[in-house]
């Protein structure tokens, strides 16, 4: 590999986002040799659009809130689907986590007497989201970043890992990939490797994720031998654009509902006292004036339907929609002009008023949005160990989206950013001790070159596919077939659509030269989402129920068969395969608290 550009490292980050810059910090002051590898340029990561805030159980609005509330929280929201281990952690860690941004730079939004301030979102049962006006990723990307930089982690921008590398025992000990701009090669040696590459939402048609979310980490998990859980837990965030069309699947935070904004349809009513769910009845309003008492007196407070679970929010729009009493563009209305003083928006909510206003010509301080369902994050990923975020294949780890098991079948809002704080962590120290303790094996120039020859080969066919036409293809696809609701026979559909889309991908082809060529690149990316679009679509004709962000109309309720049991896709023979897991039983001092009253 005389003339392959090659790096070596004990640890090599690949992703940017929040949970690989926490990764990557944590591997360095362990003392491991750790680079950073990210497909855009640093500080542009996904998390940015992070909006609303970080969930943590700090009790500085609410004394009573506490970890093992937010456990529950998360646990039912997941709709205890969730990996319980990684649940509790999350719950116990995330406060740490939140002061430690604090310690280093991050400048939160304060309470009276100079406490981090937290606002409500949906799920949980008290206001626990740490948050910075509506830029919260973006504070946090901010201050993870100065601190990775100031402790001179070396960091490579602008590259696409191809692929992982094993060697004979199975083991990862390096990655290929090549510099954006130049279509050069470069190899990363690395005696452990942590996955940090976020979603896959640009499978989909209309979302909310920026262009990087292409399922790259998932893929290269999935062909480097590990297993991947609930692929068919796809969560559609209640209130993306709908209009106009070239905003459509933009995200509108949460952080308006929580807030106190409130969905209305076309007759202008509060759709959503007529969607509560046994789960969350309880700690719901039974009546508008109850839930308006939220805004005006703490003391009487009971969570305003509108901050049920993303899940259940989601399929509410939709069904109001479907049933014609949505918005003239498709929608339904979110209104917060008529909850809170124009200064207060524009104060507490900068993004959405400048994004509207902007975008859609529309006055939030004055004019209801019109928002809709937009695909938005997976629960399911690569299956990890809670408390290393190891995968299945030794010497890789995995944290933030891209990894399985902490949110079960839905994410509540706000518990994203903890996660990639607390496991970005978790997987940085654990990489770092396996570097340290095991010994560098060489990636083989076989093993480079089969896979350098594999990502040219997209120049050699002639008058082949499109790229384009086929990623628009596959996005229609799964946004009529794979989308919010699903049945059977459409899932078979898609199945076999996508097995035609993949025969097509075979045969890509691009034209130019490897410098600055997006067709090339589209090309590549196509193979990570038909491969999350495989598992995803193969585990939603598995699980013969509706469950979190996986609905079927043809097994509307949740069957208690499938919680025990996570869908594990893996690589066999060459072809996706799903089989059954049993989850393990979580301990009875945990499963208590679900026996105590609301």
């Not at 005389?2 to 992703?15: A, K, R």
């Not at 991947?228 to 969560?235: F, G, K, P, R």
């Not at 703490?298 to 509410?316: G, I």
């Not at 995803?536 to 004709?541: D, E, F, V």
Request: aromatic share 8%; proline share 4%.
């Amino acid at each position: 590999m005389s003339d392959q550009e090659t790096h070596h490292y004990d640890v090599v980050v690949i992703g940017a986002g929040g949970a690989g810059l926490r990764a990557a910090i944590e591997s360095l002051t362990t003392g491991a040799r750790t680079a950073l590898v990210c497909k855009s340029l640093l500080g542009k990561a996904h998390t940015v659009m992070a909006e609303g805030g970080v969930a943590a159980a700090m009790g500085n609005v609410w004394p009573e809130d506490n970890w093992k509330v937010h456990f529950r929280d998360t646990m039912r929201g997941g709709k205890m689907l969730n990996n319980w281990r990684m649940a509790q952690l999350h719950a116990q860690e995330a406060p740490e986590r939140v002061y430690e941004l604090e310690e280093w730079g991050a400048l939160f939004d304060r309470t009276p007497d100079g406490r981090i301030l937290q606002r409500d979102f949906g799920g949980h049962r008290f206001a626990r989201l740490a948050h910075v006006g509506d830029r919260t990723g973006l504070e946090l990307i901010r201050t993870l970043q100065q601190r990775a930089v100031g402790l001179g982690i070396d960091v490579f921008m602008e590259c696409k890992i191809v692929r992982l590398l094993v060697d004979r025992d199975g083991a990862t000990n390096g990655a290929v990939g090549f510099w954006r701009e130049s279509g050069r090669f470069v190899t990363f040696a690395a005696k452990a490797i942590v996955l940090a590459t976020g979603g896959v939402g640009k499978t989909w048609q209309f979302t909310s994720n920026s262009w990087e979310s292409t399922g790259d980490g998932h893929a290269l998990a999935l062909w480097a031998g590990a297993d991947l859980i609930d692929m068919e837990c796809v969560q559609f965030h209640p209130t993306g654009m709908v209009w106009p069309p070239s905003a459509r699947g933009l995200l509108v935070t949460e952080g308006v509902r929580g807030d106190g904004g409130v969905l209305k349809n076309i007759d202008g009513e509060r759709f959503m006292f007529n969607y509560i769910s046994p789960y969350f009845a309880a700690e719901t309003a039974d009546t508008i004036a109850e839930a308006d008492k939220w805004y005006t007196n703490k003391a009487d407070y009971r969570r305003p339907p509108e901050l049920l679970p993303r899940d259940e929010v989601a399929r509410a729009i939709n069904t109001e929609v479907k049933s014609g009493r949505g918005s003239p563009h498709g929608g339904v209305f979110l209104d917060i002009a008529s909850r809170r003083p124009a200064e207060e928006i524009r104060r507490r909510l900068p993004s959405m008023y400048h994004q509207f206003k902007q975008l859609a010509d529309v006055d939030i301080t004055t004019d209801a949005m019109e928002v809709g369902p937009t695909c938005h994050y997976i629960m399911g990923g690569v299956r990890v160990e809670a408390d290393t975020a190891a995968t299945t294949v030794p010497g890789l780890f995995a944290a933030g989206e891209v990894a399985g098991g902490m949110h079960g079948a839905n994410r509540l809002g706000g518990n994203s950013l903890s996660d990639l704080l607390v496991f970005g962590r978790r997987a940085g120290l654990a990489a770092a001790q396996y570097a340290l303790s095991h010994p560098a094996v060489a990636p083989t120039e076989s093993a480079v070159v089969s896979v350098t020859e594999h990502a040219l080969s997209f120049f050699a066919h002639d008058s082949g596919e499109n790229p384009y036409a086929l990623h628009q293809d596959l996005q229609e696809t799964m946004q009529s077939l794979v989308g919010i609701i699903r049945v059977e026979s459409e899932l078979v559909e898609a199945r076999e659509k996508l097995a035609e889309l993949a025969e097509r991908a075979s045969k890509l082809s691009v034209e130019g030269n490897r410098s600055f060529n997006p067709g090339w690149h589209l090309a590549l990316d196509l193979e990570s989402m038909l491969a999350c679009a495989f598992c995803t679509t193969l585990g939603a004709i598995e699980r013969r129920e509706s469950r979190g962000g996986h609905t079927r109309d043809d097994y509307p309720t949740p069957d208690p068969a499938f919680e025990t049991i996570n869908m594990v896709t893996r690589l066999s023979g060459g072809e996706v395969a799903v089989t059954h897991l049993p989850r393990p039983a979580m301990p009875a001092e945990l499963a208590e608290l679900f026996e105590e009253s609301k």
